[in-house]
């Protein structure tokens, strides 16, 4: 088999070292009631070209090259060529955590870059080396404002994304910390009287995310007024990385948690993606997950490490911030192989064209709410419900937007629709002639 | 006699922001065909950022040779072994990289139509399925990302089934063996954690066990093999111990490469248990991540599992919310898909009796080394080995010298260190696990090195205590990372200067 | 190092100083030979009530992290900020500028019980 580097005598020369007869030896210990005698019920092993040729199959099954008005999360974004030619070297990708750091610089540089992009992007002090995804890192933050207040009570949005919600909602259940939803006004940003009325002192921290799940711009430092004035930390997700190309990044936060899947990182049906958990200085060891530090070796040249590593579970165990031991390096390294790419600049102009396109899709059709909005909009239907238009279009191998209904029943007659730089003008007419508009 | 490696290239490499200049592009996007509004007026100036302040500017040809050159910086499983023990660090497939970036596959949206993703779809049900047989448990849910992640999910499920029995009890035993993962995950979901001692032979005490099991315990974590890379020869005994009072067995799946083909933790009792796709079934490490954490349950847990279930109807795979008992989701969508995908590949190219002499490799290796080293390290159980052997440095430190000081060594000689002082159960522990994808002309390098080293140690010790000598990097000041952390490049500030007279 | 003959000392190696009802509490020579360089320091606030025996902060290297057990019961009244932004200084001189906490002695006959400097050297061999 072409992944087992030995031959019939070497493996016969290792078994006389070792003083054995056969490989089978190797388990005759084991007691017949734990051994497993029969044969997997797995097909024999297959060639690379029928392995290639399988998965190509499925690819046929799925939509293939379709244009997609997709957004709630995961977007679609050029990748440049650049990304995977640095993935894909073995040095990066089959290389381990970076816990032996003499061997593991360019890990470790690659990683110290990154946190410091995510922290310019974000407008924070200090960044993690990357959580699973946008959706668990909610959670950890919610669980770092809980240990730094040492109250327990948590306030989250409904324009956050509703399955994030759903996962904090999960990790949240038997921490003892209860958890309250914010409703969202007549304009689809988050209520502020609800707020008011709900936010006092208990709670640790209020998640609102911007742009929101809408895809409006949320009114972050009203809010953060708010929050502070009862000494509760204030948590923004990102789940459109591009936005901060172009918006102003969350200053007024305590936290940022995000999700960095716009930056080069395939959709690939839910992940693998790359959280990321951004804060103030003042809060660093609190942050859960790697974080690379800068030092310097015994010939006192610059070198970098992991570090405050005490905070993580292989240490304290039961007392870690959190269990988290993977993390997402590869993943992360697209994302800083992208703002590298792109730079100072390109991110920049990048957002500008997500704009300019969602506002040409937009401009065509009726908006749910009229607030500023950056690559993604609610659009009411007419007539014709939102699972009619998509069935629609998808008939002209074109992907529309997401039938709100699903997550919101008071907005079913509505779609939520993305627009960036990979839509083309044809396919946003395409969509505007299926809602009926013109 | 240091046969493996010469010296290595040597760069001095700046940070990207060291190397920025304005106006360098490396990208160009296409122009617009639709008109440009003015982000301003449509956004309101407020919310518009100036600039990302400090961002790099680099050209794509500074780009490729920086991230080159920092790859050259790395070790890797391309270029050697990587002897460390539970993290399975074995060869990982090409091909798999090239099947994950499949157009149909890499590009799905997770909100597509289901009638647009049935390729997905039909990847998690296959690989659903093996890993049920490999286990022999009776459902696998793939949405963890992790094992940490999916010990997460397990241990909510064994609280989900108490809870639904009335009570969900108040603690979780782990071994004092165990990797740090475990009792966090049990603090995580409400537990306390109460250690058990390990005995002589490095496995989990039956008659501590028998003492310390009480109404007041929802559940055990094993390791099988455990951290010293023995099977757990009365598992089957401690799991039916633990359904005698009414508790569950988890069993952390991270040493699964010595058991693939030849046990199956579904048939000795164990209720959930996680397994590390990026352990066992290949997928790359990628400096830290991405991985999977599946989980496999036994039909007692299967009500409870994350939804959505796929469910097959009218010969099309659907995604099935109606889960009333479920724990939830531990993350939104579905999985690590674009992992899942080379999992699968890895199980096809192995096939079902392939997979089982991959395990009896993997314990060939481990168990040769062992013979080679024994004569040199002090075992630290005798107990037979499975996939890994682990050692203590007790004849080493005689002279000073500690398994960290020789694992510094060892990058003289070309490999990367084998695992570091766990478990915590021995002192001083090297734990060495090499994998069935280390061919023997591999290990016996490893071995001389070893061998070679702890000569050193006796006649030389200053050289292994003052190691690595040959890395672009000299030994990392760890201790001033963590008094003074920093972990962002800062530009330099301007220092003041005197005003001309 | 000398361990000093007016203070009393615990089997988890923090000694006490106590004068009239003010104690200060620290850890030994010992605790930090063992402990390796000394990154960070964690305690408690001033205001914070300790009792004997409970955890009071705890004591981090780069690989491992350490609790410290209170020896007395009492209110800190003082914390030693040093420690904020030289930890290394607990390495340096653990029985003199090092200190901990300054604790206001809520039992003072606690002292009694804990080890006079004779008995710890012995438990620690030296």
């Not at chain 1, 991110?347 to 300019?356: F, G, P």
């Not at chain 2, 449509?42 to 794509?60: A, D, K």
Request: with cysteine; glycine share 8%.
């Amino acid at each position: 088999m072409r992944y087992l580097p030995k031959s019939d005598s070497e493996r016969r020369e290792m078994l006389d070292t070792i003083g054995l007869q056969a490989e089978e030896d190797l388990i005759a210990y084991l007691p017949p009631d734990v051994r497993f005698d029969k044969r997997l019920e797995i097909e024999n092993g297959k060639s690379e070209y029928d392995i290639v040729d399988y998965f190509k199959q499925r690819g046929t099954q799925n939509a293939n090259g379709y244009p997609s008005f997709l957004g709630a999360g995961v977007y679609n974004h050029y990748r440049p060529v650049l990304v995977d030619a640095v993935v894909s070297r073995g040095e990066f990708l089959t290389s381990y955590t970076p816990y032996q750091a003499e061997i593991s610089q360019g890990t470790l540089t690659s990683i110290f870059e990154f946190q410091t992009m995510v922290c310019q992007l974000t407008g924070m002090e200090v960044a993690n080396a990357s959580m699973y995804d946008g959706s668990s890192a909610v959670p950890e933050a919610a669980m770092m404002a809980v240990r730094i207040t040492r109250r327990d009570k948590v306030l989250i949005a409904r324009t956050v994304h509703p399955e994030y919600r759903e996962v904090l909602q999960t990790y949240t259940k038997h921490q003892g910390i209860p958890v309250e939803e914010l409703a969202y006004a007549k304009r689809g940003l988050l209520d502020l009287d609800d707020l008011k009325k709900k936010l006092n002192e208990e709670v640790a921290a209020v998640i609102i995310q911007t742009p929101n799940f809408f895809g409006l711009l949320e009114q972050v430092d009203e809010i953060s007024e708010l929050v502070s004035r009862k000494g509760t930390l204030l948590v923004v997700v990102v789940t459109e990385a591009v936005a901060l190309g172009l918006i102003e990044p969350p200053k007024a936060a305590d936290i940022v948690a995000g999700e960095l899947q716009s930056f080069a990182i395939p959709p690939s049906y839910g992940g693998p993606y790359a959280g990321i958990i951004a804060t103030r200085e003042k809060y660093i060891r609190q942050i859960p997950g790697r974080l690379v530090g800068e030092t310097t070796d015994a010939d006192g040249h610059r070198a970098f490490c992991l570090t405050l590593a005490t905070r993580e579970q292989h240490i304290r165990r039961e007392k870690a911030t959190s269990n988290i031991c993977t993390n997402q390096a590869l993943i992360a390294l697209m994302a800083t192989v992208f703002m590298t790419v792109y730079g100072k600049e390109g991110l920049r102009e990048l957002a500008r064209q997500n704009l300019a396109k969602a506002h040409y899709l937009a401009g065509k059709l009726s908006l749910a709410f009229d607030g500023p909005f950056f690559n993604e909009f609610v659009a009411r239907t007419n007539g014709k419900g939102p699972d009619e238009i998509n069935s629609d279009l998808a008939k002209r191998k074109v992907i529309g937007g997401l039938p709100l209904g699903r997550f919101y029943p008071e907005l079913k007659d509505c779609m939520l629709l993305c627009a960036t730089e990979m839509n083309r003008r044809q396919d946003m007419d395409t969509v505007a002639a299926a809602f009926g508009k013109n | 006699m240091i046969k493996k490696v010469s010296k290595h290239i040597v760069q001095n490499e700046p940070l990207l922001f060291e190397m920025s200049s304005p106006g360098k592009r490396g990208y160009q996007l296409p122009e617009l065909d639709v008109p440009n509004v003015d982000a301003e007026s449509v956004l309101g100036t407020q919310n518009v950022r100036p600039e990302i302040e400090e961002f790099p500017e680099v050209s794509e040809v500074d780009a490729i040779r920086h991230f080159t050159r920092l790859s050259t910086w790395n070790y890797a499983i391309d270029l050697g072994l990587y002897p460390l023990g539970s993290c399975t660090m074995k060869y990982n497939p090409r091909v798999n990289e090239v099947v994950a970036r499949t157009e149909g596959l890499a590009w799905a949206h997770p909100y597509q139509s289901e009638e647009l993703s049935q390729g997905c779809m039909e990847v998690i049900a296959a690989l659903e399925q093996a890993l049920a047989e490999i286990t022999g448990m009776d459902a696998v849910t793939l949405q963890p990302a992790a094992g940490a992640h999916g010990e997460f999910t397990g241990i909510l499920m064994i609280r989900a089934l108490l809870e639904k029995k009335g009570n969900p009890r108040k603690t979780i035993l782990v071994p004092d063996s165990a990797h740090g993962t475990n009792p966090a995950t049990a603090m995580m979901v409400g537990y306390n954690v109460k250690n058990i001692k390990s005995n002589e032979r490095g496995m989990v005490d039956l008659h501590v066990l028998e003492e310390v099991v009480t109404e007041d315990v929802a559940g055990l974590m094993i390791t099988n093999p455990n951290t010293v890379g023995v099977f757990e020869e009365n598992i089957r005994k401690i799991c039916g111990l633990m359904h005698d009072k009414g508790a569950l067995v988890y069993m952390d799946g991270a040493n699964m490469n010595a058991l693939v083909g030849i046990a199956r933790p579904g048939d000795l009792g164990v209720d959930v248990m996680h397994l590390n796709l990026h352990k066992t079934f290949s997928t790359p490490h990628g400096g830290g991540g991405p991985g999977s954490g599946a989980v496999a349950v036994a039909k007692v847990l299967t009500p409870y599992l994350p939804g959505p279930r796929l469910k097959r109807e009218d010969e099309m795979w659907r995604w099935n919310y109606d889960l009333p008992d479920s724990i939830g989701r531990v993350r939104a969508f579905y999985g690590n898909f674009g992992v899942l995908v080379r999992a699968l590949a890895y199980i096809m190219a192995h096939g079902g009796n392939g997979l089982r002499q991959a395990t009896l490799d993997a314990l060939l290796n481990a168990n040769y080394l062992r013979a080679l080293l024994e004569p040199y390290y002090e075992l630290a159980y005798k107990a037979p080995s499975m996939h890994e052997c682990v050692f203590s440095d007790d004849r080493q430190a005689q002279k000073g010298v500690r398994t960290g000081d020789i694992a510094k060594r060892l990058i003289d000689y070309g490999f990367h260190p084998y695992t570091v002082s766990f478990p915590l159960i021995v002192r001083g522990a090297l734990m060495i696990e090499p994998t069935e994808t280390e061919s023997k002309r591999e290990l016996d390098l490893f071995a001389d090195a070893m061998i070679s080293i702890a000569k050193e140690v006796e006649e030389d010790p200053e050289l292994v205590l003052k190691a690595p000598h040959s890395t672009r990097t000299r030994r990392v000041d760890e201790v001033t990372a963590a008094r003074k952390p920093i972990v962002r490049w800062k530009a330099p500030q301007p220092t003041a200067s005197l005003a001309a007279d | 190092m000398s361990y000093p003959e007016s203070y009393k000392y615990t089997k988890e190696h923090e000694w006490v100083h106590a004068e009239g009802d003010t104690g200060t509490v620290g850890i030994t020579d010992h605790a930090q030979h063992e402990l390796g360089d000394i990154v960070f320091v964690d305690l408690p606030k001033v205001g914070s009530q300790l009792t004997k025996g409970e955890t009071l902060g705890s004591v981090e290297s780069v690989k491992a992290v350490s609790d410290i057990y209170s020896p007395v019961s009492g209110e800190v009244t003082a914390v030693n900020e040093l420690l904020a932004t030289s930890p290394e200084k607990l390495n340096e001189d653990p029985h003199g500028a090092a200190w901990l906490v300054k604790v206001k002695l809520s039992s003072p006959e606690e002292i009694n019980n804990l080890l006079p400097v004779g008995d710890y050297q012995t438990y620690i061999g030296a």
